[in-house]
T-cell receptor, first 115, second 115 residues
Framework: GAGVSQSPSNKVTEKGKDVELRCDPI?????LYWYRQSLGQGLEFLIY????????KSGLPSDRFSAERTGGSVSTLTIQRTQQEDSAVYLC?????????????FGQGTRLTVV | KQEVTQIPAALSVPEGENLVLNCSFT??????LQWFRQDPGKGLTSLLL?????REQTSGRLNASLDKSSGRSTLYIAASQPGDSATYLC??????????????FGKGTHLIIQP
């Protein structure tokens, strides 16, 4: 696609429910990154994929968070048993490859509100 | 652990002024440094990417410099315009040896250009 696409753009969910956030990277980009931006905080790195594998999951805040990527393209970030502190904007980015001097391109984000 | 600091946190100047935004990082082992702008409620737009081997990059009225050894970067905006009003984020991609992970962001400089 022309750019990184994320869906939904907004999600309101009840505490305790599971949510899935989707990211469609730029076509041909092998590296995909997830970040979280909480109110008043900087962007926090969560996880990145090179192809379908995730070499670095160290940023995931708890075991309620998981992510997968299939076919080297679409990625899904799943949050189980959501808590109010999960409320944030979740941003996805992609780049041509990881580990070299390439530029990251961001989607518009998914604003998650847990009530 | 890489830490990125941006100074000032907020800046308000009259239209037409030249201005400098500062970014510092603690670990000089980086792949690259990228400057972004974020408009309210929107995703990130990449402005400039500086490779670790470069000292500066220019795009239109923007010029970004990198001094990797001292852990500093500056974003220079010439002849500022009201449309430049946004939050400017600095981010570094760490060289983690086994492959690059995501970007580490500063908390941004919130810039207002007064008409």
């Amino acid at each position: 696609g022309a750019g990184v696409s994320q869906s939904p753009s907004n999600k309101v969910t009840e505490k305790g429910k599971d949510v899935e956030l989707r990211c469609d990277p730029i076509s041909g980009h092998t590296a995909l990154y997830w970040y979280r931006q909480s109110l008043g905080q900087g962007l926090e790195f969560l996880i990145y994929f090179q192809g379908n594998s995730a070499p670095d999951k160290s940023g995931l805040p708890s075991d309620r968070f998981s992510a997968e990527r299939t076919g080297g393209s679409v990625s899904t970030l799943t949050i189980q048993r959501t808590q109010q502190e999960d409320s944030a904007v979740y941003l996805c980015a992609s780049s041509l490859v990881a580990g070299v001097n390439t530029e990251a391109f961001f989607g518009q984000g998914t604003r998650l509100t847990v009530v | 652990k890489q830490e990125v600091t941006q100074i000032p946190a907020a800046l308000s100047v009259p239209e037409g002024e030249n201005l400098v935004l500062n970014c510092s990082f603690t670990d000089s082992a980086i792949y690259n440094l990228q400057w972004f702008r974020q408009d309210p409620g929107k995703g990130l737009t990449s402005l400039l990417l500086i490779q670790s081997s470069q000292r500066e990059q220019t795009s239109g009225r923007l010029n970004a410099s990198l001094d990797k050894s001292s852990g500093r970067s500056t974003l220079y905006i010439a002849a500022s315009q009201p449309g430049d009003s946004a939050t400017y984020l600095c981010a570094v991609r760490r060289n983690s040896g086994g492959g690059a992970d995501g970007l580490t962001f500063g908390k941004g400089t919130h810039l207002i250009i007064q008409p």
